[in-house]
């Protein structure tokens, strides 16, 4: 009976009967039909979906943890990782989440805000609906929650197409800073089995059931395989139920630190391991389809085309599909590939139409585990019409042996056009590859042949970390796959144009700033968005918290931003416009403050800076804090001088601006009674913990600038302002066991903000918080973080959820605004920073452990982490920059290793107070 049922032990017991999904054989209908073609070697085609229930009765579950639990299989896979995200593909999060919508809004906060929403309708309805545009930030059509994302593909900055943790195709970047969701049916992996000359399976490895390609066996069953991402890979093993075949397919991206080439690039691999268990040979063959698109509608527009190719090159040989994608607005060119090696042969298919039965794939396949493709390029598609292509890899698998069959996507759209069409780009990768348009077969060659490479760089990187015996497994998996972002954050990467004639930077650089050309020449210029759902470039508030995962991997990038963001400085744009949140009319940018962000994909970014219009954000008080403390920051952890000396005039420029908000010129900036920082709809009025805080570590920084360039008028000048504003601070806001939130005496005046140490996070990771430079005084910045820990952590959600940005003493959360009773995760993981640079390690982890486990495991939010959530209901800003600073505490970290003798226990979680 061996060789049907899932494995021996499993096959016939209790509840197993449908069980098997797919396994039964290759589009077999029944059971008898399966056991007759065994005996007889006669195999049938899937005419029509199957409809067989994968659900059963429970069985003892192998795999402990929550995600995990549904799992029935027993194979370890191949190379699959320790750590990382792990889920059985028949799990389901249960927990239904909602966006924060107007429903959500208590009448307290519909009248606080009730203007802002009549001015966001009006500006709404006339972006969307009159000039038939999408709105920067659409909070009438926010993305729905889709529990279902994994591990994107692609390096840094080209455009990036994510994978579902089930294997599907279905969230699309390939137009700059837009993202596209659709999961596209056709775009699938399928498996072939052979045995002396037989098909004996052959199953579409995705356990949906689709209305288009009915003729594919579909519904494989998703108890029998898992996921495991650990960014840049992630592994899906399947065991197929009743072949004693294990198939483990390792994603990598070329996603490496400090590497400026490879991780510009635009592809993906797959790297088939299949085991197989058998007494006998087993061919093997694995097809890969494609549509030509991304699931849009402009797939259907017409004149796309697809084309066979090989490439060889140094003795190694590539045969694929090319996927001509030919819109008029940034087209491009999709490869999926494989490696023909001795004992592995390619075959393909270039066109079929993945909105028919897709019998004539299905049949081509189940015949000889090969594909059939007529000569030449296919023709063009017809207005309305799709088209898909697909690739075959197969090898023979000794009996109880193990092959490996490579395969691969790239993507090239070389130029690109943002909303605005005004400027012509070109990505990264084109310095390498040429922007010609055709360089997806190189890529795809280049990507076959160097990712052993990169896997070797990528382990060497994640190994120490992973490795440590002391570092909980959830912050292994939370540290690298909340980088998805730094690629998935509809992150580009362009050149500067060779011939740069753009008139301010060339300004900037006669102006002082001697390496502005030669770095952006140099390293291009790179930008994320705040969020998918926040469409903004580079917003300096949010990227000042996860400017650290930037730094500490390509600081060569961050560097590249901040050249950005200096030169803004110096630019105004005179332009007048209405502000949403109190309605005043002012200036688009005014010279000699940092922007808010450096402008919406939709329009033209570095052109028109400032997408955001919610406030005047020249009066903002955190923005050019932020950018003085990067600057210090940066310099310390890369020691590049040219850099230092090219920001100081920026940094006294921004300083100068500020020092204005020092009303009462106590050496202490004062808020300005609206929400004027990253908090943008919580209201701060005179001095506060966070701004205030952020003011004197920018103040002391620019001390210990001044000192290291030998500026020493400006040096005294930030002394006296420190030691001023230093015991303003302690006299306005200490309270004995915290700094209030801000210094007003309104009701919520006293509230614990768990944000409230901002100031002594980058000291500490600047190492400038003790002796002759410590701003704040140590047991104040801990009792103040204990106080959090106590309240704000443990409090809130019984100490499950991370931290609440806002707590009463009482131990309710703050209800004074719409963002201080929520978590924001980026937040939470800077303050467990705070704590581990302060000795609070434990306490660190306890608290950034809650917002993991509350994304990632509790409410299905992998690898699109929200800015926020509330402890009941909602949720806002899917997939956002913020949370990227986790990586501050890998820098807490690694700093307190290189302090402390090692040891080998690990970090303990303190129970509830
Ligand atoms: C009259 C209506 C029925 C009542 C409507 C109330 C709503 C208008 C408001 C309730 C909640 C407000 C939103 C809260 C958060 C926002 C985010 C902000 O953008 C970015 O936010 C980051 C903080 O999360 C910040 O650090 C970044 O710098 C910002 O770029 C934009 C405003 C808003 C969407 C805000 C708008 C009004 C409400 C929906």
Redesign the pocket.
């Known amino acids: 009976s061996g060789t049907l049922g899932p494995r021996s032990g499993t096959l016939g017991r209790p509840g197993d009967r449908g069980r098997s999904g797919g396994g039964e054989g290759p589009g077999f209908r029944t059971r008898s039909e399966a056991g007759l073609a065994r005996h007889t070697g006669v195999v049938m085609a899937a005419a029509a979906p199957l409809e067989r229930p994968c659900e059963g009765t429970a069985v003892a579950a192998p795999a402990s943890a929550p995600l995990e639990r549904l799992y029935e299989g027993t194979a370890p896979g191949r190379g699959v990782a320790a750590a990382g995200w792990r889920l059985c593909l028949a799990h389901r999060f249960e927990e239904p989440r909602q966006p924060?919508g107007?429903g959500d809004?208590s009448f307290r906060?519909?009248l606080r805000?009730?203007g802002?929403?009549l001015r966001?309708f009006r500006w709404w309805y006339k972006k969307t609906r009159i000039e038939k545009k999408s709105a920067f930030?659409d909070?009438l059509c926010a993305v729905p929650l889709q529990q279902i994302y994994g591990c994107p593909l692609g390096g840094i900055g080209g455009g990036t197409i994510t994978r579902g943790w089930r294997g599907e195709f279905c969230r699309w970047q390939l137009n700059p800073g837009i993202y596209h969701y659709g999961t596209v049916i056709a775009d699938q992996f399928t498996v072939c089995l052979r045995c002396k000359g037989q098909t004996v399976y052959q199953q579409v490895l995705s356990i949906e059931k689709p209305n288009t390609l009915q003729g594919w066996n579909w519904g494989y069953c998703g108890h029998y395989a898992f996921y495991h991402a650990l960014y840049p890979r992630a592994w899906m093993v399947y065991e197929l139920p009743g072949q004693n075949v294990v198939l483990t397919c390792r994603q990598v991206s070329p996603v490496i630190p400090h590497d400026y080439k490879d991780s510009s690039l635009p592809v993906g691999v797959f790297i088939w391991e299949v085991e197989n268990g058998r007494d006998e040979d087993v061919d093997v063959s694995i097809m890969f389809s494609m549509q030509n698109g991304m699931g849009a509608k402009q797939d259907k527009s017409g004149g796309h085309w697809n084309e066979p190719f090989t490439l060889e090159k140094d003795g190694e040989r590539v045969a694929g599909v090319l996927l001509h994608h030919c819109t008029r607005v940034n087209p491009f060119t999709l490869a999926i590939s494989a490696r023909e090696k001795a004992g592995t042969g390619v075959t393909h298919l270039k066109a079929f139409n993945p909105a028919g039965l897709g019998r004539e794939v299905w049949q081509d396949l189940l015949h000889d585990g090969r594909l059939e493709s007529p000569p030449g390029k296919s023709k063009l598609t017809e207005k309305g019409e799709l088209t898909a292509a697909a690739v075959c890899a197969s090898c023979t698998v000794p009996a109880r042996g193990h092959r490996t069959l490579e395969m691969a996507l790239a993507w090239d759209m070389p130029c690109i056009h943002f909303g605005s069409r005004e400027k012509l780009h070109l990505r990264r990768y084109t310095r390498f590859f040429g922007s010609g348009g055709d360089a997806a077969p190189a890529l795809s060659h280049y990507a076959l042949t160097h990712y052993k490479e990169w896997e070797r760089k990528i382990e060497a990187w994640q190994n120490p970390i992973l490795e440590n015996s002391q570092l909980p497994s959830w912050y292994k998996s939370a540290l690298f796959n909340e980088l998805y972002f730094v690629t998935d954050g509809g992150t580009i990467w362009v050149e500067l144009p060779p011939d740069c004639c753009d008139e301010d930077l060339r300004g900037q650089a006669a102006a002082g700033m001697s390496h502005l050309l030669p770095v952006l020449r140099e390293y291009g210029r790179f930008a994320y968005l705040?969020g998918q759902e926040?469409r903004?470039y580079n917003?300096y508030?949010?990227h000042f918290y996860a400017s650290f995962a930037l730094v500490m991997l390509w600081p060569k990038l961050q560097i590249s931003l901040q050249y950005d963001i200096a030169v803004t400085v110096m630019n105004e744009d005179v332009q007048l416009r209405q502000y949403l949140m109190c309605g005043q009319t002012a200036q688009v940018k005014l010279k000699n403050v940092v922007p808010?962000d450096i402008g919406d994909p939709g329009d033209e970014p570095w052109q028109r800076v400032n997408a955001?219009l919610?406030h005047d954000t020249a009066d903002w008080k955190d923005l050019n804090l932020k950018f003085v403390l990067q600057v210090y920051r940066d310099y310390y952890l890369t020691q590049d001088s040219m850099y230092l000396q090219d920001m100081w005039p920026v940094c006294q420029a921004v300083m100068e601006s500020e020092l204005k908000f020092d009303t009462d010129n106590d050496g202490l900036i004062e808020n300005g009674g609206f929400a004027d920082q990253?908090?943008?709809?919580w209201v701060v009025n005179g001095a506060s913990a966070y701004c205030g805080g952020l003011w004197l570590a920018a103040v002391c920084m620019m001390c210990k600038m001044a000192e290291v360039l030998g500026d020493a008028k400006i040096q005294q000048k930030y002394m006296d302002i420190l030691n001023k504003g230093k015991e303003a601070f302690e006299r306005k806001l200490w309270n004995g066991k915290y700094y209030n939130y801000d210094s007003s005496g309104s009701d919520a005046s006293n509230s614990i903000m768990s944000d409230q140490c901002a100031g002594q996070w980058f000291l500490g990771a600047c190492g400038l918080d003790q002796g002759e430079f410590e701003v704040f005084p140590k047991s104040h910045i801990v009792s103040a973080l204990r106080t959090i820990f106590e309240k704000n952590v443990m409090s809130f959600a019984g100490g499950t959820m991370g931290a609440v940005n806002g707590m009463r003493p009482s131990g309710q959360p703050d209800t004074s605004s719409?963002?201080s009773n929520e978590v924001w995760v980026g937040v939470v993981y800077a303050l467990a920073a705070t704590m581990i640079q302060e000795g609070l390690v434990e306490e660190g982890f306890r608290t950034a452990e809650g917002c993991y486990r509350t994304v990632w495991e509790q409410l299905g939010m992998a690898f699109q982490t929200p800015?926020?959530y509330r402890e009941k209901k909602v949720y806002?800003?899917l997939a956002y920059m913020r949370p990227l600073s986790i990586w501050s505490m890998q820098l807490a970290l690694e700093r307190r290793a290189s302090q402390a003798p090692a040891s080998t226990e690990p970090i303990q979680v303190p129970n509830h107070p």
């Open positions: 924060y107007a809004v906060d519909v805000h009730i802002l929403g966001y930030i909070l705040e926040y903004m917003t508030d949010v808010h955001y919610m990253t908090y943008d709809a719409v963002q800015e926020a806002r800003s």
